[in-house]
């Protein structure tokens, strides 16, 4: 199992390049290391992530360019396309850029005293990192807009109430709860893993018989 941590405490965690390429290089390794069955994604500090680093990314002479930068290296292309399942454990802040982090991963533990909000908007800004499809996967078209179009505030319990996250726990159980799950995680089989993540994420946006398809090919792929 891997721990993977959110390290820019005294900025609450806010994304900057510098984050961007070492959380590159992590996934990279999580990915290709065989001895890795699962990843916990953490934040260091009073909040899990609060997006992306405005006194950074704010510099750039416009908004597109600022997210082009971020997006150059795809950290969230390849976060959305392990086939080892992670695990986000948040707490505190967990806002824009910090909350489209937590849904890119497999399942999401919340503390009581976290918070999520989608602030672009406000900003005159779309949720860039798959904000608005991952939303709209974990709590249907309408409750996303409404997250998105709002940016209203959501305490943990509303954010699992929605669905945004699996369970609630006291802060002080939040990572020990997180552990335990990706410890559970790491006894599926590798090849059983891949199939059934390809089959929930690829057969989302299927028909029933094509999702059943694909279903049946992958089973047949796992044995």
């Not at 900057?16 to 990915?31: S, T």
């Not at 454990?89 to 982090?101: D, N, P, S, T």
């Not at 552990?179 to 059983?192: I, S, T, Y």
């Not at 029933?208 to 279903?215: K, M, P, S, T, V």
Request: proline share 4%.
């Amino acid at each position: 199992m891997a721990l993977i941590t959110l390290n820019r405490p005294s900025v609450l965690n806010a994304y900057n390049v510098a984050m961007r390429d070492a959380l590159y290089e992590v996934l990279q390794a999580v990915r290709d290391d065989p001895e890795i069955g699962a990843a916990v994604l953490q934040g260091n500090g009073a909040a899990f992530c609060t997006g992306g680093d405005v006194a950074e990314f704010g510099t750039a002479p416009s908004p597109v360019m600022a997210r082009a930068a971020r997006w150059r290296r795809d950290v969230w292309g390849l976060l959305c396309a392990l086939d080892k399942p992670v695990v986000a454990a948040v707490h505190g802040y967990v806002v824009g850029g910090g909350l489209e982090m937590a849904l890119l991963c497999d399942v999401c533990i919340a503390a009581t005293d976290a918070r999520f909000a989608y602030p672009e908007t406000g900003l005159g800004m779309i949720p860039g990192v798959a904000g608005t499809q991952t939303t709209r996967k974990a709590v249907g078209v309408g409750r996303a807009l409404d997250l998105v179009l709002t940016g209203r505030w959501l305490t943990a319990r509303e954010a699992r109430h929605l669905g945004l996250v699996r369970r609630v726990v006291a802060r002080r159980q939040l990572r020990p709860q997180a552990f335990d799950l990706a410890r559970q995680l790491c006894q599926v089989p590798p090849a059983l893993m891949r199939g059934i993540k390809r089959a929930v994420n690829e057969g989302f946006d299927m028909c029933l018989a094509d999702g059943l398809a694909l279903e049946k090919r992958l089973q047949r792929g796992s044995r």
